[in-house]
C-alpha cells in the first residue's frame, strides 16, 4: 500500500542515508527513495516534508519511494481507476491508520467484484497525532498538528499541480478519478490544506471528483462562503457531508472548542447549518439510523463496516457514488438531503 506521511521518519541502518547520519548525526538527512525509515509513536512534530512511502501488511517498517515512482504507479492504466486519499481523525497512531486503510482497501475490493471500472486504490494520508494519556490533551496537541499539516499538505497539492501540468502530462493525461474520504479531524487537515492553497493562489482548481466528509471536526457554516472550508467544494465535484446527531464525538468536540471561542456546532453533528447558503454541490446525509450500531461507543466511526463485517450504509453510499459512471451523487434529491436507513 502506498502512504503520504509529514511525520518525522527515522531511518534504518541499512538504509542507503543511514551512512550520512552515521558519519555526522548533525546532519540528520532526510529519507531519500530506496531508504528504509520507522515512525516513532511518541514523535508528533508535523514536518514541513512531506514523504512518499510504501508498506505491506507487516507494520512498523517503510520504505520510501519518492513521488515520482508513486505518482507513475498511480497513472498505471493497469491500476485502480479510482483512486481514495484516506484522511484519518485524531488520536489515531500510524500502525492503527494503516490497520483501517487496509480494511478499507478490501471493502472496496469487496464491493468492486471483478468490475475494473469499479476498482479503488486506497491512499492514505499520515498526519502526527499524538500519543499522550488523556483525550482532551489529545485533542488539543491533534488540533495543532492539523493545523500545521495543512501547510506541509499545501506543498503535497503544489507537487501535484506541477506533474500535471508538465509536458508529458499533458501530452499523455492521467484520466484517473481522485477521491477523498475525511475523517473527524482529518476534514480540518483538508479544510487548512485547501485553505493554504487558495490563499496564496488565489483560487483553487477543481482537483476531486468528491469529497466524502465523514462525522467532520468543523464548524458547521466552515463550507458558506467566506469561511474557512469555503475552498473545498470548489476542488470537487461533489462534497458529501456524512453527520449524525447522536455522534457523541461531536458533541465533546463542540464542548472542547469552547476554549479557543469557538461556539459552533460541528458538521458532523448537524451537516451544513444552512443548506441554502452552500454551493449546490454540497450534499448532507443523515446517518443518525445506523451510526451506534457501527461504533456502539460513540456513534463516531460509522463509514465502514458494523461488526458482522456487512459494510455501513455510509460506506455503501460513498462507494456508490465514487464509481458512478454518471459521477453523480447516488440518490440524492432535490433539497440535497437524504437520510440512509438500514
Known amino acids: 500500500m502506498l502512504f503520504i506521511t509529514n511525520r518525522r521518519l527515522k531511518l534504518e541502518k541499512n538504509s542507503p542515508s543511514y551512512a550520512l547520519f552515521e558519519k555526522d548525526p548533525a546532519l540528520d538527512p532526510e529519507p531519500k527513495p ?10 508528533n512534530r508535523a514536518t514541513q516534508s512531506v514523504h512518499y512511502c510504501e508498506t505491506d501488511q507487516i507494520p512498523k517498517v517503510y520504505k520510501v519511494v519518492g513521488s515520482d515512482v508513486m505518482l507513475k504507479r ?4 493497469k491500476t485502480a481507476r479510482n483512486i481514495l ?3 484519518h481523525g485524531f488520536n489515531n497512531l500510524p500502525d492503527e491508520i494503516l490497520d483501517r486503510a ?14 475494473p471500472e469499479k476498482q479503488v486504490e486506497v491512499i492514505p494520508i499520515i498526519w502526527p497525532c499524538d500519543n499522550d494519556i488523556g483525550i482532551i490533551k489529545d485533542y488539543w496537541d491533534d488540533q495543532q498538528a492539523a493545523k500545521k499539516s495543512g501547510i506541509s499538505f499545501s506543498r503535497l497539492l503544489a507537487r501535484f499541480m506541477a506533474w500535471r501540468s508538465a509536458k508529458e ?3 499523455k493525461p492521467c484520466y484517473k478519478r481522485i477521491n477523498i474520504i475525511s475523517h ?5 487537515v483538508l479544510m487548512r490544506t485547501l485553505q493554504e492553497w487558495g490563499e496564496a493562489q488565489g483560487s483553487i482548481p477543481q482537483i476531486f471528483r468528491n469529497v466524502f466528509m465523514m462525522a467532520a471536526d468543523i464548524p458547521n457554516e466552515a463550507l458558506e462562503d467566506g469561511e474557512p472550508g469555503e475552498y473545498i467544494p470548489d476542488a470537487a465535484r461533489n462534497v458529501v457531508v456524512y453527520y449524525a446527531g447522536d455522534d457523541m464525538a461531536m458533541t465533546a468536540s463542540k464542548v472542547s472548542n469552547v476554549k479557543n471561542l469557538e461556539f459552533t456546532r460541528r458538521l458532523g453533528h448537524t451537516g451544513p447549518e444552512r443548506m441554502s447558503k452552500v454551493p449546490e454541490n454540497v450534499y448532507a446525509v443523515d446517518c443518525d439510523s445506523f451510526n451506534n450500531d457501527a461504533d456502539g461507543l460513540k456513534g463516531h466511526a460509522y463509514f465502514m463496516d458494523f461488526n458482522d463485517g456487512k459494510p455501513t450504509p ?3 453510499h460513498m462507494f456508490d457514488t465514487m464509481t458512478s459512471p454518471s459521477g453523480h451523487v447516488v440518490s440524492a434529491d432535490i433539497m440535497r ?4 436507513t438500514l
Open 34 to 43: 530506496g531508504d528504509l525509515v520507522t515512525m516513532d509513536d511518541n514523535d
Open 184 to 188: 473527524s479531524m482529518g476534514n480540518f
Open 74 to 77: 498511480l497513472k498505471d492504466p
Open 337 to 340: 438531503k437524504r437520510k440512509l
Open 314 to 316: 455510509a460506506f455503501t
Open 102 to 115: 487496509w480494511k478499507l482497501q478490501k471493502l472496496c475490493n469487496k464491493a468492486a467484484g471483478e468490475d
Open 85 to 87: 486519499i484516506y484522511i
Open 169 to 171: 502530462q499533458k501530452e
